[in-house]
T-cell receptor
Framework: DGGITQSPKYLFRKEGQNVTLSCEQN?????MYWYRQDPGQGLRLIYY???????QKGDIAEGYSVSREKKESFPLTVTSAQKNPTAFYLC??????????FGPGTRLTVT | AQSVTQPDIHITVSEGASLELRCNYS??????LFWYVQSPGQGLQLLLK??????LVQGIKGFEAEFKRSQSSFNLRKPSVHWSDAAEYFC????????FGKGTMLLVSP
């Protein structure tokens, strides 16, 4: 069953801790994306990767880091430097006509 | 800079009535255009997409959208809304990176 998996669905952390969000895909897509969604803000691009071992900053990369060691996986680390990390995080891959396919999301709450 | 404007934050439509969600964009050239739908706490689902050809495109769940180059618009329509259509709708434009509108929340009244 092809798709994108994000885990966990809900994540709670204390302020000052780094946390890593998982994103796995079996669609065989090269490009993968991380977005942050806040109420009334739409989606904002954090990082993206168009090929293994390469990634680019998006519009709001500060306080986040990523790696792309495998085609199937694109984990996102929310570091303690991110000033307002509580949000809904969405991972996506990109198809042949630039359409993006989204995972179910991870809701991160930092207190 | 690229931008997408969805002028309506919320829209309420009676079940069975028609729907039109507005979208205007600003981009250097005609980009790929998309509409996505999101139910609360879920990921986004692609409704339809346009790049070239017939300016009226059909999507899933009975939705359609019309591209008007002169108006830089890509409005989403549905002839008869069902209660299950209540969700947030995003107009999206771009190529390798996408620009999202801020969304329109559709409420369906009985």
């Amino acid at each position: 069953d092809g798709g994108i998996t994000q885990s966990p669905k809900y994540l709670f952390r204390k302020e000052g801790q780094n946390v890593t969000l998982s994103c796995e895909q079996n669609l065989n897509h090269d490009a993968m994306y991380w977005y942050r969604q806040d109420p009334g803000q739409g989606l904002r691009l954090i990082y993206y990767s168009q090929i293994v071992n390469d990634f680019q900053k998006g519009d709001i990369a500060e306080g986040y880091s990523v790696s792309r060691e495998k085609k199937e996986s694109f984990p996102l680390t929310v570091t303690s430097a991110q000033k307002n990390p509580t949000a809904f995080y969405l991972c996506a891959t990109q198809g042949a006509d630039f359409e993006q396919y989204f995972g179910p999301g991870t809701r991160l709450t930092v207190t | 800079a690229q931008s997408v404007t969805q002028p309506d934050i919320h829209i309420t439509v009676s079940e069975g009535a028609s729907l039109e969600l507005r979208c205007n964009y600003s981009y250097g050239a005609t980009p790929y255009l998309f509409w996505y739908v999101q139910s609360p706490g879920q990921g986004l689902q692609l409704l339809l997409k346009y790049f070239s050809g017939d300016t009226l495109v059909q999507g899933i769940k009975g939705f359609e959208a019309e591209f008007k180059r002169s108006q830089s618009s890509f409005n989403l329509r549905k002839p008869s809304v069902h209660w299950s259509d209540a969700a947030e709708y995003f107009c999206v434009v771009g190529y390798s990176t996408l620009t999202f509108g801020k969304g329109t929340m559709l409420l369906v009244s009985p």
